[in-house]
């Protein structure tokens, strides 16, 4: 159904619309996921399924396309000195330079279905003393609205949770079939918005924070894009805010707008003042 020509325009759009970039070797999979959705919801040509995505303002529907082109792989505690290095380190660090009745604030960007934020609480649980203090609140987004649907229902399978700590598994989850249902305690501490990082005005909507994540999302990006959210990402984050990033995840620009680090085991960005 879809020529070449065809796939560089849907292309195009997609990724004006969300930063992510489908190159031409992921052609083939990318039409076997979207030919099953066009002809179950009728497209008979290219045509009139790219006029409805174009200009047909019906946003269900390029919600359905975005959520085909995500990948979403994540799981708890993943690249897991990275969560030692914000426990160990850098949270102590803006725990002693802010007056206590300040909340610290923690984006995940993207979230995908929670493992990463819900690792956040649950070494923060883990932790206590910081908790005990002071506030803090947890905020994930993704562009993808069924993933945080899924994010919000906290059910996992064995895979995603294989490397919990034990006595956190025992305490925050309950086994149910083949699944781990999360503990609602640490289900409503995080916030979960669908978020397109690209549009800035829904960035600004999610006010500053000190600390951002984002892994493995800047991976599927170009340069160009990337260079738009490094300068997003400093616009979101409070003077001094740190930025963790996937090993894997390249930040064009980042070198003049943030300072790099080592801090424990994690090469970790700070927002120039
Ligand atoms: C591979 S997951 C990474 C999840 C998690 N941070 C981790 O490292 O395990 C990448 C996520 O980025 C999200 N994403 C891609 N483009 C996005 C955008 N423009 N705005 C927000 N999220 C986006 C996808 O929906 C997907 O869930």
Redesign the pocket.
Known sequence: MLNYKDFIKVRDFLYR????YIDDKKQDSFIKKLAPYLEENGYENFRSFFHTLRFGNNQNFIQDI??LI??????FY??KHQFESLIDIVLPKIHKSKPRNETIRIL??????G??PYTIALNLLDEGTILAERDIELVG????SK?INKAKKGTYNKRSIQFIPNHLLKKFFKVDGLNFNIDNMIKGAVNFKV?????KRQMRQLGKFDII?????L???DDE?RRD?GVTFYDLLKSDGYIFL?HADKMSRISSLFRTQKLGKSLIYQKYK
Do not use: Q
Request: glycine share 4%; charged share 25%; hydrophobic share 35%.
């Open positions: 619309k969300t930063g992510i975005i959520n995500t990948v979403n792989e994540t799981y993943r690249e995940c960007a993207p979230s995908s279905s493992e990463e987004i993704d562009i993808d993933i978020a397109n990082i690209m549009d994540f984002s892994r493995n999302m991976i599927y990006f894009s959210v996937g």
